[in-house]
């Protein structure tokens, strides 16, 4: 029988972890967290900088000739404005809850925002993505140094994160790839199918999931899901993860399926 008052957490039989007021003691090996979060904060400060620089360097020389030049300005300094929002999420939230190991969503959080910066800031995201990347591994790994404040499973936080940020990705894109900053975009059909296919999924479909556990999401909300991310993924992949998370709610209701037993079995 296990000690209750053990200095770590303890175990239960459904995987979860029992966090504590203190986290455990943090050794010498570990004294390389505060250098990891210095280079990822210091390369994306320079990283957002460097794209500031090319951006007025091209430009502003071009101003009088540029047609509608407030508007190409205003597409222009989107990567640089996604740096600096990297730049402040990583001062004041991502390296504290590093050195605090307070990681209840297992570096997810880290990731997911890493990948936008990536995408709509012109790589300036990497960093945060690799860092996310090394402290999900650590601590899926490192039990004792990262558990202590788990409450759930990696599988039921992955499941809370995409329901939670699913369509919230969605909207991101939608508004960066609107059509006032590219007025070349075609189907405007796709971009307003886009936004009520994400909006059904926001104001609907995400409260009804969150009265399930993961293994208990019914079919028919799985296929919506689904199809709404379809809908959706018509324009720049807006509803992409819609799609990976419908897929996998079906995957999970097919196999928990149990046929009822036949009476002339």
Do not use: C
């Not at 390296?95 to 190991?101: A, D, L, N, T």
């Amino acid at each position: 029988m296990s000690d209750p008052n053990a200095p770590f957490f303890r175990h239960r039989r459904n995987s979860r972890f029992i966090a504590q007021e203190n986290p455990p003691f943090l050794g010498q090996k570990y004294t390389y967290f505060a250098r990891m979060n210095l280079a990822t904060i210091t390369l994306a400060t320079i990283h957002t900088l460097i794209i500031l620089l090319v951006v007025l360097l091209r430009l502003l020389p071009q101003k009088d000739t540029i047609t509608d030049f407030p508007r190409v300005l205003v597409g222009d300094l989107i990567p640089v404005a996604v740096g600096v929002i990297l730049v402040i999420y990583d001062i004041f939230y991502a390296s504290k809850k590093i050195m605090q190991r307070d990681l209840a969503n297992y570096s997810i959080d880290f990731l997911f925002f890493g990948l936008l910066g990536t995408i709509f800031g012109n790589l300036v995201g990497f960093y945060l993505m690799v860092k996310g990347l090394l402290v999900m591994i650590i601590a899926l790994t490192d039990r004792a140094v990262f558990a202590w404040r788990y409450n759930k499973t990696f599988r039921e936080i992955l499941h809370s994160f995409a329901n939670k940020f699913a369509s919230g990705l969605g909207f991101i894109i939608l508004i960066m790839e609107n059509p006032y900053i590219h007025p070349e975009i075609g189907e405007l059909i796709y971009y307003y199918l886009a936004w009520g296919a994400l909006l059904i999924d926001f104001f609907i479909l995400r409260y009804l999931v969150n009265h399930y556990h993961v293994s208990e999401v019914p079919m028919w909300i799985a296929v919506l899901k689904l199809m709404l991310g379809v809908t959706a993924s018509f324009y720049w992949l807006s509803g992409i993860i819609l799609v990976f998370e419908g897929f996998f709610m079906i995957l999970s209701a097919i196999f928990r399926y149990q046929p009822r037993p036949s009476r002339y079995s």
